[in-house]
């Protein structure tokens, strides 16, 4: 026995290394590569689109525009990014992760950049005691704090087109110009896409579904509102959306997609119009920092609270929070699969643009060869769950994932805490947490996190499912389960 557990000590062992080593070879040539696509997305922007896109590659400049100004403070974990303008004032919540993200190659330039750079620092303007808002101000406080250029850029054309007649956005050349991807911007209606099912007339109550990252709404009414019963068909009103971004919502080239974006975009779309005064919320992954979001600004509006695979790691002090949570989920690591890929994803801007290129791009190609290569399938269910999977995942722009992945993952990781404190004092309803075993996405670790910050949490761990798999196949149960949560939510 003791020879056995040495040996497999040392299979573990070698098993780790040799991950460590491959992952170092291979990131360091996936950091090249994005380095070199950097300067050729600039040259076809460029031919294209007749201008150059900003990328975060980019370094700091000056932020001060001529119609407005924008003021720079840091607070927390997050850079918090004030767009004044004559109309209004802007909050916008940037993740540093967006432009500081370590590698190898940047490591070795580093003091190459600094040297050729520390002459064009950003001087951003910040309010001081005697400075008004209306500019009457007597003088300001000068910092040498830098913003990265992009986000500078992206916000001066957002005070530029307030001062401009309002016209149809027009998608970038490497994103997708179908009707399904650009519906919204013919109708010129800015609200996000909505499913709504279930009762129709005299409503008892409604619930609110919100899908996790490059998904959409059909992850719910594919799977879930068939199976519930008549009985919650008749007295609950299902609400599903396609976030910011993703599936048949809208894809502003212009947005951040931020967390109050996010957030004021579900209101505009489904609390306002549909005059939601309480509900119930379901949300899955990325939802679950959305679902927080909005029960933290309604607390007394909601009913219950179900999250499925919360992504919710715990940040130790002294660490910065979206770093930490960036290495978390993301951990540049060629094993498992699941890790690569959320590498990829995460630590690079061009590389997961050229993926979006190939998939989002073409996703009609992809619908009509899974369609073809499914049909006359004696496994016409489960090929039909995969097919609006594939559908979701690729109906997205580059622009929003990757903003919505750095800007609500990364960047709200120093909030989750302040988030569940709330929902623990503030909030009397029932908190049901659901998770995979064999999640490789977000650990079950990150469902028991919460259940620290709220006690009375109910958490529940389901044997061999993962990720998806938690609803896709066993939605049924799952359906059976939530209307059990919301009759008792409602005693």
């Not at 949300?283 to 607390?299: D, E």
Request: charged content about 20%; overall charge positive.
């Amino acid at each position: 026995m003791e020879v056995k557990a040495r040996s497999r000590s040392a299979l573990l062992m070698t098993g780790r290394f040799l991950n460590h080593l491959l992952s170092l070879i291979m990131f360091s040539v996936l950091d090249l590569l994005d380095f070199a696509l950097c300067y050729l997305y600039k040259v076809i922007d460029f031919f294209v689109e007749a201008e150059r896109k900003p990328c975060y590659c980019s370094s700091a400049k000056e932020a001060i525009t001529s119609s407005g100004k924008i003021l720079v403070s840091e607070q927390g974990e997050s850079k918090k990014v004030v767009c004044l303008t004559s109309t209004k004032l802007q909050l916008e919540e940037i993740s540093d992760t967006l432009y500081t993200r370590p590698a190898l190659l940047s490591e070795v330039s580093k003091s190459t950049v600094n040297r050729l750079t520390a002459n064009s620092g950003a001087v951003i303007q910040k309010p001081d005691k005697n400075t008004k808002r209306g500019g009457g101000g007597r003088g300001t406080l000068r910092s040498t704090f830098t913003v990265n250029s992009t986000i500078v850029e992206m916000l001066q054309g957002k005070i530029g087109a307030a001062h401009q007649p309002p016209h149809p956005p027009m998608p970038r050349w490497s994103d997708c110009d179908c009707k399904t991807c650009n519906s919204w911007a013919s109708s010129c209606k800015e609200t996000l896409y909505v499913k709504v099912q279930g009762a129709t007339d005299n409503v008892e109550e409604d619930v609110i579904f919100i899908h996790g990252f490059i998904s959409s709404s059909a992850f719910w009414t594919e799977t879930l509102f068939p199976n519930f019963s008549e009985s919650a068909k008749s007295k609950y009103r299902f609400i599903a959306v396609d976030l910011l971004g993703f599936g048949r919502s809208p894809k502003p080239t212009d947005s951040l997609y931020t967390l109050r974006e996010h957030v004021e975009m579900i209101e505009r779309s489904v609390l306002e119009p549909h005059k939601v005064k309480s509900f119930h919320i379901v949300a899955h992954s990325l939802g679950c920092i959305l679902a927080l979001a909005l029960s933290v600004k309604h607390p007394a509006s909601v009913k219950s609270l179900t999250l499925l695979a919360p992504p919710y790691f715990p940040v130790p002090r002294g660490v910065e929070a979206s770093q930490y949570m960036m290495r978390r989920v993301a951990p540049r690591r060629v094993w498992p699969l699941m890790a690569f890929g959320a590498s990829i994803a995460c630590w690079y801007e061009h590389i997961s643009r050229t993926v979006c290129l190939l998939i989002c791009k073409n996703h009609r190609l992809w619908d009509f060869l899974t369609k073809l290569l499914t049909r006359n399938s004696i496994l016409n269910i489960f090929c039909r769950i995969r097919t609006y999977l594939i559908e979701g995942f690729c109906c997205h722009t580059h622009n929003a994932a990757w903003h919505t992945l750095h800007n609500i993952i990364c960047g709200t990781a120093g909030k989750m805490e302040g988030y569940l404190d709330v929902v623990k004092n503030r909030l009397k309803c029932a908190v049901t947490v659901i998770h995979g075993r064999d999640d490789e996405v977000i650990p079950v670790e990150c469902s028991y996190n919460v259940q620290s910050r709220v006690p009375r949490a109910q958490v529940k761990v389901v044997e061999n499912k993962d990720h998806i798999t938690i609803v896709v196949g066993r939605q049924k149960a799952f359906a059976r389960e939530l209307e059990e949560i919301w009759k008792i939510s409602g005693l």
